[in-house]
């Protein structure tokens, strides 16, 4: 199997060169014609290649789409984050109207429901990192980490700056190690949050907090509900989240949270063994 696309990002690690040394595939950044006609199978991590589209063999080619949709950073002016469920759906089958998949991976369960009428679709939950040792919960809440694109929080922003300031703890943004946190934020605000970012986005955030028994807050996407394991806390409005920190303050609801989160860890290996289930062929 040869695993390719643009080669960029989180996703790309994760799902293409994570992934594919797990299984033994060939794993090639935006590969040549070339390579990719004389592949056996082909497996296109997120937004495909050129070459991709002008391939004439007829090796199997599986899409994994991941968020493929425009985001509004770097050279997109549009964003899908806005777009209804049919923009977002058009926009995916033109995509594959021009690359001809044979069947489709998707993030969630629910967009390979949304898509599983068109084509043969399957869900593959990301993978989260492996920790060495495990986040250790202090007695006291002092760090709270969110990593992520700045502009994705702004939204909460103001309340999170005011209540880490009222309650006396440190605010990072993309600063510092996950297991240095006492709590991890994993929201998501307008005009950012949508169909897509509740529907179709990856559980990466949560992963690694299950991963690292980190205690999270969460948004209510699918990603995350559909990977929950009871240890998460929810929270979609300015009330909620004041619940959360409150709830979260002692010591005793942190450790329970950590131990709940990591009957859900799930790494490299695991998402192999799902994804050989999908295409055995790999």
């Not at 935006?30 to 991709?52: D, F, V």
């Not at 033109?94 to 629910?110: E, G």
């Not at 007695?139 to 006396?168: A, F, P, S």
């Not at 240095?180 to 934020?185: G, K, L, Q, T």
Request: aromatic share 8%; glycine share 8%; hydrophobic share 35%.
């Amino acid at each position: 199997m040869l695993i390719t696309g643009k080669g960029l990002g989180g996703s790309w690690m994760i799902r293409g060169e994570q992934l594919g040394h797990e299984i033994g595939a060939t794993v090639i950044p935006k590969a040549s014609l070339r390579k990719i006609n004389a592949a056996n199978s082909i497996l296109c991590i997120k937004k495909p290649n050129k070459e991709i589209q002008a391939r004439t063999s007829t090796a199997p080619l599986i899409w994994d789409i991941v968020d493929s949709w425009p985001q509004g950073g770097g050279k997109h002016k549009e964003d899908g984050s806005t777009w209804d469920q049919s923009r977002l759906t058009e926009y995916i089958l033109k995509v594959a109207k021009s690359i001809r998949p044979d069947i489709l991976i998707t993030a969630t369960q629910k967009m390979a429901q949304d898509l599983g009428t068109i084509y043969p679709t399957y869900s593959l939950r990301h993978h989260g990192r492996t920790y060495q040792n495990k986040n250790q919960i202090k007695e006291n809440v002092t760090n709270i980490i969110y990593e992520g694109v700045d502009r994705y929080i702004d939204q909460w922003l103001d309340q999170l700056t005011t209540e880490c300031k009222q309650r006396g703890w440190l605010l990072n943004m993309n600063q510092g190690n996950i297991l240095d946190a006492d709590i991890v934020i994993a929201l998501r605000g307008a005009p950012y949050r949508g169909y897509a970012s509740d529907n179709w986005k990856s559980n990466i955030k949560l992963q690694n907090a299950q991963n690292s028994g980190t205690p999270i807050i969460c948004s209510r996407e699918a990603g995350y509900l559909e990977t929950q394991s009871g240890g998460e806390i929810f929270a979609d409005t300015p009330e909620e989240l004041t619940t959360a920190f409150d709830y979260l303050t002692p010591q005793e609801n942190r450790l329970m949270c950590s131990e709940l989160l990591q009957k859900q860890e799930y790494y490299v290996a695991d998402a192999a063994r799902d994804f050989l289930k999908i295409w055995p062929h790999g």
